[in-house]
């Protein structure tokens, strides 16, 4: 087994002429062996310049590196000769060495071996174990941190030795065959008619877990059930989580009794128990959980990491994400079950394939004919509302677009309104309106409807909720897209047909284009005596200001950065915004998150994201020479240039948003204000003129994490995904080790099973964990990014480096002596 730093033992004096100390927390057992296996990186991080300082200590200390790299492949250093440390591709968070479930006495023992597990930092030895199986129902196996074994069913517990805290390791099923489910890195005998069984966790079978698959069988009657099958009736899919035969009547609609014995609402269906495991349209898609919901975001951007690793099950989510895209109705198209469409302010979901009539959906419930189609309504297209019209009965809360605005009725009780629409311009005070007895309040400048995004679905799969930030949902799939495309050569892919009746090269640029590209911040500057109109922003003073109330400027610039507060300019009216971030994309379509709130702010992480997705559909429109290159080539540098704006030059660090500049609120939480200074690295997004200046400001951002989270490669953190970061240093700084330990971490202390899993994180961190470890055995996949981060951080080098001020007054730098005054780089 591998040992743990800090858990198993400490080390001090390392890198030391004098040499170090290891010190084991528990000392070895008789018969066991330590083993020191010293694992260096494989990089030359030496840079000699001509003409530079030349220091005898360095050069010793390149030769003492490249003897180590020899030392270790020759197995020089006790080791036998590989390159490193071999860390097993098999998933196991807890276990590290032997410890199989093995049947005995034809199904009716388990045998659990002798072997060694983690349990709170602790390592405990366990000396095996023979469990006898009970005839009926289910029975739950855990370890103790005492290194026995704890039985529970329903509410009785058998201790062989000690009870403290559980791990859980399976669940036998008892229903005439014996079924080991959800053993999470175990070792299992091959399964036979008699004794089913799950099977063990690998990082990818933890996305599998939380798979649909793209095929599944349909119901049927009289057929034998194992546990854990899947079966298709009537729109949705059912997991049974009993043996058994099935009846003469399919399970239909959602369970509805509780069965506290397995832990979940069931149907009863013959001698079988079905709980819901999906909606048939999202087949080929992840779920949020093992049986809720569905996920699109979190799995972009992590399998944008391994896009060439799976490239069928990559492709079924690109089909099924595709499908449901919400886009506007169109008559004549054919659409499929699932496919969702916008009409008459609502977006509708298809429930009977077929083709669009010429009059679009409308209303709102379920059956809604259209052709040869049939629609249920889902919900309001946010900010898309209806407009004012007089005499119509008005109930608080309701929401109307009038003289290009939209208005919300704060009034208590439901009445008629007047004849006379609210406006902005007249009549108007502190942003209210009064009609008839009616006060309308004004929320914002109105705007089109939300066009090419998506939904999240809750639990039971029919709910719906705004997607985390639109820019990063469409960022990310198309990201994810061209990855896919250019790693398997599928580039027919691009021209095929999707459910939206165009090509998916299409989609990914309306994507971009609604999502992206119109959500751009193009400030324009503010000028005296003119005429501006609601909604409009401007900048000035170095800051971005919205109006709130039409007119014509006065002669002096507005100013302040208090939110909330009006600014008075001419016979205009203004609100302060935020500092000017100019190529900028907002977070959210049209500034909304919800029915009304604004929400004009940007993310660091997102616009990362987005530049990631952007460069990527370029790279790909270049090469086909689509006509529109041109017009989304222009939004790529100014976007890397806001990007960059980001960063505070005063603290050398990242600001996570652009609500939150200011150098002291800047705060050292994991998620986001860690997390977020490591985006441009992990996008790499050129933030400077030079790639040594954008280099030295994606360091500050790793500087940052290693500072406010020290040690946080084995610390166990919050529930946003542990292994970005882990990603970075195997990916780009050759920090392998902190990877692979980060790696371990995970294992122990996220990838459980039985402690309500979430497919966000459980699927994140297992891509990136395939990631990890495909980088930790083939220096291929990683760059020449390394060097260039181990020189940033040594920048000026005694002896090496010449500093002077040009006739500018500009500071120059070069490594070696100069040839001019003006050359060098400016600093």
Not at 133 to 138: C, E, K, N, R, T
Not at 761 to 779: E, K, P, T, W, Y
Request: proline content about 4%; some cysteine.
């Amino acid at each position: 087994m591998v040992l743990i730093e800090n858990a198993n033992y400490t080390l001090t004096g390392a890198s030391g002429y004098m040499g170090g100390l290891l010190t084991l927390k528990s000392p070895l057992a008789v018969g066991e062996t330590l083993e020191l296996v010293r694992t260096v990186s494989e990089l030359q991080p030496i840079d000699l310049r001509n003409q530079g300082g030349f220091f005898p200590e360095v050069v010793e200390d390149a030769l003492d590196r490249l003897t180590m790299v020899v030392q270790q492949r020759s197995g020089g250093n006790g080791g036998n000769g590989s390159d490193s440390v071999v860390y097993p591709d098999v998933f196991y968070p807890y276990v590290l060495s032997g410890m199989a479930l093995n049947w005995a006495a034809g199904g009716t023992e388990l045998i659990i071996s002798a072997g060694r597990y983690y349990s709170d930092g602790r390592l405990i030895q366990f000396t095996g174990a023979i469990i006898a199986i009970q005839p009926v129902g289910y029975m739950d196996i855990y370890l103790d941190s005492a290194g026995g074994v704890v039985i529970e069913s329903g509410d009785n517990y058998w201790k062989l030795k000690g009870y403290v805290d559980k791990l859980k390791i399976a669940r036998i099923i008892s229903s005439g065959v014996n079924t080991i489910q959800g053993v999470l890195d175990w070792r299992l005998t091959s399964p036979t008619p008699k004794q089913p069984v799950q099977g063990a966790f690998h990082a990818d079978s933890v996305m599998q877990t939380f798979d649909i698959p793209e095929t599944i069988a349909p119901w049927t009657a009289n057929e034998t059930i194992f546990y854990g099958d899947l079966r298709e009736n009537n729109g949705r899919i059912y997991q049974a989580f009993t043996y058994g035969l099935t009846g003469a009547l399919a399970p239909t609609g959602m369970p509805s009794t509780w069965d506290a014995a397995l832990g979940v609402y069931v149907i009863e269906d013959g001698s079988v128990r079905w709980a819901y495991f999906a909606d048939s349209p999202y087949k080929g898609a992840f779920r949020y959980g093992q049986n809720n919901g569905v996920l699109w975001y979190f799995v972009f951007s992590a399998l944008y990491s391994i896009a060439d690793y799976n490239p069928a099950r990559i492709k079924a989510l690109l089909n099924c994400a595709t499908k449901h895209i919400v886009i506007p109705w169109l008559s004549g198209v054919a659409v499929v079950v699932g496919n969702k469409r916008i009409a008459n302010h609502g977006v509708y979901e298809c429930t009977t394939a077929g083709t669009t009539g010429v009059t679009a959906p409308s209303g709102t419930g379920v059956g809604i004919t259209d052709g040869t189609v049939a629609w249920k309504y889902l919900f309001r297209n946010p900010g898309d509302y209806p407009n004012f019209a007089s005499g119509e009965m008005i109930a608080s809360g309701d929401l109307r677009v009038a003289n290009g605005d939209i208005w919300k009725a704060t009034t208590a009780v439901t009445q008629a309104c007047g004849s006379t629409s609210p406006n902005r311009s007249t009549n108007a005070n502190g942003g209210t309106f009064s009609d008839s007895g009616i006060t309308w309040t004004w929320l914002r400048a109105n705007a089109p409807g939300w066009k090419y995004y998506w939904y999240d679905t809750l639990a039971d799969m029919s709910q719906y909720r705004n997607p985390d930030s639109h820019d990063s949902y469409a960022s990310m799939f198309v990201a994810l897209s061209c990855a896919y495309v250019n790693n398997t050569m599928d580039f027919a892919w691009f021209d095929t047909l999707n459910a939206a009746g165009e090509t998916n090269l299409s989609t990914m640029k309306n994507l971009m284009y609604y999502n992206v590209l119109t959500q751009i911040k193009g400030y324009a500057p503010w000028a005296a005596t003119a005429a501006v109109k609601i909604g409009d922003e401007y900048t000035a003073n170095g800051n971005t200001y919205r109006c709130i109330l039409s007119g014509t400027t006065g002669t002096v610039a507005p100013s302040g950065t208090i939110y909330g507060a009006i600014i008075v300019d001419g016979s205009t009216q203004w609100m302060y915004v935020n500092p000017t971030y100019t190529g900028l994309t907002k977070t959210f379509q049209n500034d909304f998150t919800g029915d009304h709130a604004i929400w004009g702010t940007s993310y660091l992480m997102d616009n990362c994201e987005v530049y990631a997705g952007l460069r990527a559909l370029l790279a790909e429109m270049t090469a086909r020479g689509d006509a529109d290159t041109a017009y989304y080539t222009a939004f790529l540098a100014p976007l890397a240039v806001g990007i960059g704006l980001f960063y505070q030059t005063s603290s050398k660090e990242w600001s996570w948003s652009t609500t939150n500049l200011i150098p002291d609120e800047i705060g050292s939480e994991w998620y986001p204000s860690c997390m977020a200074g490591v985006f441009p690295e992990l996008y790499q997004v050129p933030v400077g003129t030079t790639p040594e200046i954008y280099r030295v400001k994606w360091n500050h951002g790793w500087e940052k994490l290693d500072r406010d989270q020290p040690s946080w490669w084995g610390r166990n953190m919050d529930a946003f995904p542990t292994l970005m970061p882990a990603f970075i240093a195997a990916r780009y700084r050759g920090e392998i080790s902190k990877a692979l330990e980060a790696v371990e971490k995970a294992k122990r202390l996220h990838l459980r099973q039985g402690f309500s899993p979430l497919g966000t994180m459980f699927i994140v961190d297992a891509a990136f964990m395939i990631a990890i470890q495909r980088l930790a055995v083939n220096s291929s996949y990683a760059t020449e990014q390394a060097p260039a981060i181990l020189e940033a951080q040594q920048m000026l080098k005694l002896g090496s480096y010449y500093l002077w001020v040009d006739g500018s007054g500009n500071l120059r730098k070069k490594n070696g002596k100069p040839s001019g005054l003006m050359d060098g780089t400016i600093i």
